[in-house]
């Protein structure tokens, strides 16, 4: 960041980053900082989706929300983003919504499960691991396999 404080993509990675080192907090700074340099990035879906996982991991769940539809909007492919919008809004209590989203989620994936997302996981920080037990029981509530 020090070489080249422009380039977006060092911003986005840091900030996805922080969320595996349970420093979520942190996230939406480096993401809004993306955004400011390239607000039309071609990328900023996935940032969008970045921010809002990191906001469900803190539990700020309307946050997610708004950070997750931003996303689905920005790229109605990006199965990730449904999926994650599914517990976003099944742990706001939007279960109908939420389960809409699962089912448009994995649509564009459909090997996608819990076991798999937590197989694949590379932190063990023990901040990072409470926030995914959130994610998790999002996703067992708007009906997104088990695996």
């Not at 980053?17 to 390239?38: D, N, Q, V």
């Not at 997750?68 to 990006?78: G, I, P, Q, V, Y």
């Not at 199965?79 to 109908?96: E, N, R, V």
């Amino acid at each position: 960041m020090a070489l080249a404080p422009n380039l977006v993509n060092a911003h986005a990675a840091l900030g996805f980053a922080k969320s595996y080192i349970g420093r979520a907090t942190e996230t939406e700074g480096h993401i809004l900082e993306a955004l400011r340099l390239s607000p039309r990035d071609v990328f900023a879906y996935q940032w969008a989706c970045f921010a809002g996982v990191a906001k469900l991991l803190l539990g700020s769940d309307v946050e997610a929300v708004s950070w997750l539809r931003k996303s689905t909007e920005a790229n109605r492919n990006f199965h990730l983003a449904h999926i994650s919008l599914a517990a976003a809004l099944a742990l706001t209590g939007a279960l109908d919504e939420a389960r809409t989203a699962a089912r448009t989620g994995l649509a564009l994936n459909s090997g996608f499960t819990i076991r798999r997302l937590l197989a694949a996981q590379q932190s063990d920080n023990p901040i990072y691991l409470a926030g995914l037990q959130r994610l998790c029981e999002g996703w067992r509530l708007a009906g997104v396999p088990e695996g």
